[in-house]
């Protein structure tokens, strides 16, 4: 029987939690805006809105997961 090559399936999961940039960036959501709102501050709580970039330690491992190379 032949051995066929397999074909590369991206994370479903990480497909989800992420947004990829057209120039290939990766974004993601803050932590911490789950519940307990009411204790952390206005600008805490504005910040938490915003989006930030994945850390480059693991940019190379999500790139891979992701199938970007």
């Given at each position: 029987m032949?051995?066929?090559?397999?074909?590369?399936?991206?994370?479903?999961?990480?497909?989800?939690?992420?947004?990829?940039?057209?120039?290939?960036?990766?974004?993601?959501?803050?932590?911490?805006?789950?519940?307990?709102?009411s204790?952390?501050?206005?600008?805490r709580?504005?910040?938490?809105?915003?989006?930030?970039?994945?850390?480059?330690?693991?940019?190379?491992?999500?790139?891979?997961?992701?199938?970007?190379?």
């Amino acid at each position: 029987m032949p051995k066929t090559k397999l074909k590369f399936k991206p994370h479903k999961g990480l497909l989800k939690r992420l947004r990829i940039g057209g120039t290939g960036t990766i974004r993601r959501k803050q932590a911490g805006k789950g519940h307990l709102m009411s204790s952390k501050s206005g600008n805490r709580r504005r910040r938490l809105k915003r989006t930030t970039s994945i850390a480059k330690v693991e940019l190379k491992k999500i790139r891979r997961m992701l199938g970007m190379g």
